[in-house]
Nanobody
Framework: VQLQASGGGLVQAGGSLRLSCAAS????????MGWFRQAPGKEREFVAA????????YYADSVKGRFTISRGNARNTVYLQMNSLKPEDTAVYYC????????????????WGQGTLVTVSS
């Protein structure tokens, strides 16, 4: 399976973006999926995750209440709706997943997409 992340760009503080992660090659309907980000000079960090059923979602404290992770109707796409963006949200965002994972972390997922850059200006 290949994951393709898109939707990044430049936005002013307070604005919104929606990131998409599209799977190809095989279905990811049974994958737990997550979004992660890496800012310059910092380690990759967890942002949000959704379990394979789509019933449970998890968020980093820094984005809780502002970001929403969801799965598309065909369950082969995962979205990250980002509202009330802050300059500290600036990073390269990655989607990743693995089969049957309940809560994706950088350590339990083995399929990664390429990153999409989000830049939030103040």
């Amino acid at each position: 399976v290949q994951l393709q992340a898109s939707g990044g760009g430049l936005v002013q503080a307070g604005g919104s973006l929606r990131l998409s992660c599209a799977a190809s090659g095989r279905t990811v309907s049974n994958y737990g999926m997550g979004w992660f980000r890496q800012a310059p000079g910092k380690e990759r960090e967890f942002v949000a995750a959704i379990d394979w059923s789509g019933s449970n979602t998890y968020y980093a404290d820094s984005v809780k209440g502002r970001f929403t992770i969801s799965r598309g109707n065909a369950r082969n796409t995962v979205y990250l709706q980002m509202n009330s963006l802050k300059p500290e949200d600036t990073a390269v965002y990655y989607c990743a997943g693995s089969p049957w994972v309940v809560r994706a972390t950088p350590y339990n997922v083995n399929t990664w997409g390429q990153g999409t850059l989000v830049t939030v200006s103040s």
